[in-house]
């Protein structure tokens, strides 16, 4: 055993009751948000219309037209799970955040730190952009075989649908915030990197790319709060 997987098993063996109950007490908090709030805009219209859709794609009955124009492998995590709970979208966003639980435990072979970010990441995704949660469980995965560090991004890329749905997946990246659910993916999928190639940089990594977001984000809301207080014409 290297000892990048030695410190990230000794990481998990020291789970206490306390991370128990933490996360627990996260789920119920995310399960209440969810039944309590309004769901994101795409995951009724499009998430779960796509998911309906996606034999008629793959048949190339119809096209993906915006319609989560992701990879097949997100296809087979997800279509199983939306079928469940009937292509309800937010029974689907709830059943992600029971299974989340799971993968929250597995971030404690991160230690605290990495706990924290993938607490941080994942709620923040589970809210604004449910249809990322799988990705962050293939990147998560890599702390135990790498090579779904490389699965992840295939994942989330249109690869195995057919070619057109590159297009979407291209306008989509600059579509509204969409960058900002992009940068995220590719911020923890350096976290976990790190975590397993270079376990010495990782709590660091965590705390300078963490930083940046606090910046960036911040940056953004400001930005959008002064554009709704700005008057939009003169007055007469």
Do not use: C
Not at 26 to 31: G, Y
């Amino acid at each position: 055993m290297n000892q990048a997987n030695a410190t990230i098993l000794n990481g998990w063996r020291t789970v206490t009751w306390e991370t128990i109950i933490a996360i627990i007490s996260i789920t119920a908090f995310r399960v209440l948000w969810i039944s309590l709030r309004p769901l994101p805009h795409d995951v009724q219209q499009a998430i779960m219309n796509g998911l309906k859709r996606i034999r008629l794609v793959m048949r190339r009955e119809v096209r993906v037209e915006g319609n989560a124009p992701y990879g097949i492998i997100w296809y087979g995590m997800n279509l199983p799970l939306g079928r469940l709970v009937g292509y309800q979208g937010r029974r689907w966003m709830i059943l992600l955040a029971l299974v989340d639980s799971l993968f929250l435990w597995v971030s404690t072979m991160m230690g605290f730190w990495g706990f924290l970010a993938y607490l941080s990441l994942g709620t923040f995704q589970l809210f604004r952009a449910p249809w990322n949660v799988t990705i962050n469980w293939l990147i998560l995965l890599g702390l135990l075989y790498w090579w779904f560090l490389l699965i992840a991004p295939l994942a989330k890329l249109p690869v195995g649908l057919p070619l057109h749905a590159f297009g979407d997946t291209g306008r989509g990246f600059f579509y509204k915030h969409n960058y900002v659910y992009y940068g995220l993916l590719g911020t923890f999928w350096l976290i976990v990197m790190f975590a397993v190639f270079i376990p010495v940089v990782r709590d660091a990594s965590i705390f300078i790319l963490g930083l940046g977001w606090v910046l960036l984000l911040g940056f953004l809301y400001f930005r959008r709060r002064f554009r709704t207080l700005s008057p939009t014409s003169s007055p007469h």
